[in-house]
């Protein structure tokens, strides 16, 4: 039957290939990372000894079930780790294994590629010991260490807490967690997050574990400034009138997740803006088709949380099989999109709760640095924006200024670069457009080029 590629093997990726094997399709599964599972359900390093129950907690049964799935097909799936998907040109994906170029051809795609992390930069939010909250876990988990060894987790997400914990359980010093978002908006996003009373409960779980170790959390402060010579020494922060600094020697600095969707966008899928995400998000069906043997799975489709991705892989995998002559029970159609639109139901209350400050953004001052690629400053995007006929729209902005166009393409400063265009503009967020996506969607080796198609 068809050939069927599945990019990343997260949650979403995974209950996808083992949906296609059980019926009896040997998926091709490509993935940049050296071992399955995915961001939340990633897997240590060879040889680490980490308290998995520790640091996974109550999710430490559902992390070894599903990585107990990956290991039964795991002969039944031409699993190729280590391999980056850097563009896709028709029913062609080109490839990077190990730094070697090679080309997969398929007749239907399934991208499960999961998301990343927002930021809202703040003065020396580039100074060597602030990491992305992402980027904090993912050195816990895959390696064992800890960014320092006084960390302040510091943004606007549920993360925080559940990443400031992981540490503490682990034996790290956490200085104190920070949320940009009152505590009222937590109050008044509750009927949304009632959608998943057992997440809910998690979160209020981990709160409250946080305090009894004695750290401080802090909702509705805002980072003035990351302080320090030549590192982190300190954050100060801001909460009405009232300033103040926090001692720490590292930062971990994360204002929720985005869809990875640099490849879908190659691969043909449209887009429509979110209010509510404030984001621009692909456009599916509710069982993830979208466009012609295209299908979107997971945190890549929209941000639903390691459940929804297994549920929507499902899903996809479903859709796929229908679209091939192969329709499904439609029992269990039904009820994997009942799972996959209240799991996301729950998350538009997480982003109500946990707000992207868009206020902060568009406040960074002229001289903070905005794109960290290639070191452009707010105040630079503003200036291009001042000239006579300066441009409105991201893409502009991008093309004039060089911002977004360095090796993170936009990935990282594109959602503050939004606000600060719209703000400057005057113009409404959804207005000032998306930063299109372009190959490679991360960075390759120059030599690649070079080298032989495989
Ligand atoms: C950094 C980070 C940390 C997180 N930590 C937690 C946590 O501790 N607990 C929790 O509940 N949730 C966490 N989340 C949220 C969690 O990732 C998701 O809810 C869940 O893992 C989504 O599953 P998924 O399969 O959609 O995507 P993911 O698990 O993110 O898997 C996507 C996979 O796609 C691969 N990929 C992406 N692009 C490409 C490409 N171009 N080429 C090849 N491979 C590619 C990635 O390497 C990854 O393995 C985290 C998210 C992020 C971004």
Same mark, same amino acid.
């Given at each position: 039957?068809?050939?069927?590629?599945?990019?990343?093997?997260?949650?979403?990726?995974?209950?996808?290939?083992?949906?296609?094997?059980?019926?009896?399709?040997?998926?091709?599964?490509?993935?940049?990372?050296?071992?399955?599972?995915?961001?939340?359900?990633?897997?240590?390093?060879?040889?680490?000894?980490?308290?998995?129950?520790?640091?996974?907690?109550?999710?430490?049964?559902?992390?070894?079930?599903?990585?107990?799935?990956?290991?039964?097909?795991?002969?039944?799936?031409?699993?190729?780790?280590?391999?980056?998907?850097?563009?896709?040109?028709?029913?062609?994906?080109?490839?990077?294994?190990?730094?070697?170029?090679?080309?997969?051809?398929?007749?239907?795609?399934?991208?499960?590629?999961?998301?990343?992390?927002?930021?809202?930069?703040?003065?020396?939010?580039?100074?060597?010991?602030?990491?992305?909250?992402?980027?904090?876990?993912?050195?816990?988990?895959?390696?064992?260490?800890?960014?320092?060894?006084?960390? !302040?987790?510091?943004?606007?997400? %549920?993360? $925080?807490? =559940? /990443?400031?914990?992981?540490?503490?359980?682990? @034996? &790290?010093?956490? +200085?104190?967690?920070?949320?940009?978002?009152?505590?009222?908006?937590?109050?008044?996003?509750?009927?949304?997050?009632?959608?998943?009373?057992?997440?809910?409960?998690?979160?209020?779980?981990?709160?409250?574990?946080?305090?009894?170790?004695?750290?401080?959390?802090?909702?509705?402060?805002?980072?003035?400034?990351?302080?320090?010579?030549?590192?982190?020494?300190?954050?100060?922060?801001?909460?009405?009138?009232?300033?103040?600094?926090?001692?720490?020697?590292?930062?971990?600095?994360?204002?929720?997740?985005?869809?990875?969707?640099?490849?879908?966008?190659?691969?043909?899928?449209?887009?429509?803006?979110?209010?509510?995400?404030?984001?621009?998000?692909?456009?599916?069906? !509710?069982?993830?088709?979208?466009? %012609?043997? $295209?299908? =979107? /799975?997971?945190?890549?489709?929209?941000?639903? @949380? &390691?459940?929804? +991705?297994?549920?929507?892989?499902?899903?996809?995998?479903?859709?796929?099989?229908?679209?091939?002559?192969?329709?499904?029970?439609?029992?269990?159609?039904?009820?994997?999109?009942?799972?996959?639109?209240?799991?996301?139901?729950?998350?538009?209350?997480?982003?109500?709760?946990?707000?992207?400050?868009?206020?902060?953004?568009?406040?960074?001052?002229?001289?903070?640095?905005?794109?960290?690629?290639?070191?452009?400053?707010?105040?630079?995007v503003r200036r291009a924006m001042a000239q006579p006929l300066g441009p409105r729209e991201v893409n502009r902005v991008k093309a004039i200024t060089r911002v977004g166009m360095g090796r993170c393409q936009g990935r990282i400063c594109g959602p503050a670069l939004a606000d600060i265009v719209a703000a400057a503009a005057g113009l409404d967020h959804a207005a000032v457009g998306r930063l299109r996506g372009q190959a490679p969607v991360k960075p390759i080796p120059l030599a690649l080029g070079a080298e032989p198609a495989g």
């Amino acid at each position: 039957m068809t050939r069927v590629a599945i990019v990343g093997a997260g949650p979403a990726g995974i209950r996808a290939a083992a949906a296609l094997v059980e019926a009896g399709i040997r998926p091709v599964l490509l993935d940049e990372a050296a071992r399955p599972g995915g961001q939340g359900y990633r897997t240590p390093s060879p040889g680490l000894d980490l308290d998995m129950a520790a640091l996974m907690g109550s999710e430490a049964g559902h992390h070894a079930r599903l990585h107990g799935l990956f290991a039964a097909i795991h002969d039944r799936v031409d699993y190729r780790p280590e391999t980056l998907v850097w563009a896709v040109d028709g029913r062609t994906l080109h490839v990077a294994t190990q730094g070697r170029a090679g080309m997969v051809a398929f007749d239907a795609l399934l991208l499960a590629t999961g998301a990343t992390d927002r930021v809202v930069p703040c003065p020396g939010w580039t100074k060597p010991g602030v990491f992305t909250l992402g980027g904090a876990q993912a050195i816990l988990k895959d390696q064992g260490c800890f960014i320092g060894r006084r960390v !302040a987790f510091v943004g606007s997400s %549920p993360l $925080l807490l =559940l /990443a400031a914990l992981q540490y503490q359980s682990l @034996g &790290a010093h956490v +200085a104190a967690v920070v949320d940009t978002t009152p505590f009222g908006a937590k109050l008044a996003a509750l009927p949304g997050l009632a959608a998943s009373p057992r997440t809910l409960r998690r979160g209020i779980a981990y709160r409250t574990k946080l305090r009894a170790a004695g750290i401080p959390v802090h909702d509705g402060a805002a980072p003035v400034a990351i302080e320090g010579r030549d590192g982190v020494e300190g954050v100060r922060l801001r909460h009405g009138a009232r300033e103040w600094t926090i001692a720490c020697d590292a930062v971990a600095l994360g204002h929720g997740l985005k869809p990875e969707t640099q490849l879908a966008d190659l691969a043909g899928a449209q887009f429509a803006y979110d209010p509510v995400f404030r984001q621009w998000l692909p456009e599916t069906d !509710a069982d993830g088709r979208a466009g %012609p043997s $295209l299908y =979107l /799975a997971g945190d890549g489709a929209a941000i639903g @949380g &390691a459940y929804a +991705a297994e549920a929507s892989g499902t899903l996809a995998a479903a859709a796929l099989l229908a679209d091939h002559g192969r329709p499904q029970p439609k029992a269990t159609l039904r009820r994997l999109r009942q799972e996959v639109a209240r799991l996301r139901r729950f998350q538009r209350g997480l982003a109500r709760a946990f707000a992207w400050p868009a206020g902060q953004a568009a406040a960074l001052p002229d001289d903070a640095t905005l794109c960290r690629c290639e070191g452009i400053t707010a105040g630079e995007v503003r200036r291009a924006m001042a000239q006579p006929l300066g441009p409105r729209e991201v893409n502009r902005v991008k093309a004039i200024t060089r911002v977004g166009m360095g090796r993170c393409q936009g990935r990282i400063c594109g959602p503050a670069l939004a606000d600060i265009v719209a703000a400057a503009a005057g113009l409404d967020h959804a207005a000032v457009g998306r930063l299109r996506g372009q190959a490679p969607v991360k960075p390759i080796p120059l030599a690649l080029g070079a080298e032989p198609a495989g």
